[in-house]
């Protein structure tokens, strides 16, 4: 009888501590959405859009290397000198041409994509960390071009990044995958299937995005988008699809329309220029203010420069950084020197607060009844 009892006794002290360690790990919040119990609570059901294909997947099996990265150490004045490089136009095609310093950052890859009986090779751009840990887990930042970068050269698709190069050699940044796709160039819509691949874009980039976390060390809540002008619609069209992929979105040029606040569920930061002719400044107001409103953190950068706002997110915002820092549900890490108003409602106070500590006090009553009995209990086998 002592002996089951203490047997009992020690396998209650067990949870007890597995419990706390629960608690003082990760918030209850975390916890919750980890077995599944989070999402149904707080996000809402989002319809697929009938424009896309949910079927399209990529076999992993197929991914193949066409040319390595080239892994080199630049000075301090290196990087200054590359960043300030601007972005050559590209005349014949009203684009833009890649920066060969961000070129060689990059590694070519390939990878069969099937969708609806259809069946082509993708080319992509993929930055991979030099050194992989064993049992450590990176983050995947995902870039989103805008229409000039649209080609079949995939080098296009890189335009700007140098822009970002004191990120992109920063450390931070170089333990991360990022992923570069390119919309074709005979249609620069990330929603249209009517290209030479008849694939819809959106749908072959987030099969590669799958297909990576099976082959690479991939952690699962620190994927981040970054979204130049139609890229940023397509970040915007992927939220809408699945609301749980991205963890962090920046948008550049963004002209977001009246209803799509009501799908973002990630923190996000905008770039928008007042003079932009294009990308109006007001509505970006207005999309952050109802951001703000429904307790999603939103920040809003503007400055001068016409449609061009991506070089002040990339090279004096460090945008890149700042995605690379980021992870679902957790504390975010505000942009710098910058506030983010979020306003939370009850329940998540509830969840994120109050929850947690009556958990704790509710394991430490336990663990208090079940000593003072095992005490007692001891103290009559000993009598005895």
Known sequence: ?????????????????????????????????????????????????????????????????????????????????????????????????????????????????????????????????????????????????????????????????????????????????????????????????????QIVPIDYTIAIIRALEEIFPIAQDRISALGICSGASAVISVQRREPTLLCALALCSYSPSQDESSYITTPVWLFGNQDDKTAAIEPMRQFVAQLHTRGIPAHLSESQGGHDSWTHALRDAQILTWLACQRAHSLTVPPPSKIITHVRDTRSLFYLYLAPILLTLITTLARAYRTSRYRRDVTTYSRE
């Open 1 to 197: 009888m002592y002996y089951k009892d203490l047997k009992r006794i020690k396998f209650t002290r067990q949870i007890v501590l597995g419990v706390r360690r629960i608690i003082s790990g990760v918030s209850l919040r975390v916890f919750l959405f980890k077995l599944g119990l989070f999402a149904p609570v707080f996000l809402p059901l989002y319809a697929v859009d009938s424009a896309m294909s949910a079927q399209t997947n990529a076999n992993p099996s197929s991914l193949r290397l066409i040319t390595s990265q080239v892994n080199y150490d630049y000075s301090d004045e290196e990087v200054q000198r590359i960043s300030l490089q601007k972005t050559v136009v590209d005349a014949s095609k009203n684009g833009y041409f890649a920066n060969t310093h961000v070129i060689e950052y990059f590694s070519e890859y390939q990878i069969s994509v099937s969708s609806e009986q259809i069946e082509s090779t993708i080319p992509f751009r993929l930055h991979v960390p030099p050194t992989i840990e064993k049992g450590r887990r990176y983050p995947l930042l995902v870039i989103w071009h805008g229409s000039g970068e649209s080609d079949d050269d995939d080098t296009s698709q890189l335009a700007h990044l140098q822009y970002g190069m004191s990120s992109l050699a920063s450390t931070v940044c170089r333990d991360c995958f990022i992923l570069a796709t390119q919309c074709p160039r005979d249609n620069s819509d990330w929603t249209s299937s009517e290209n030479r691949w």
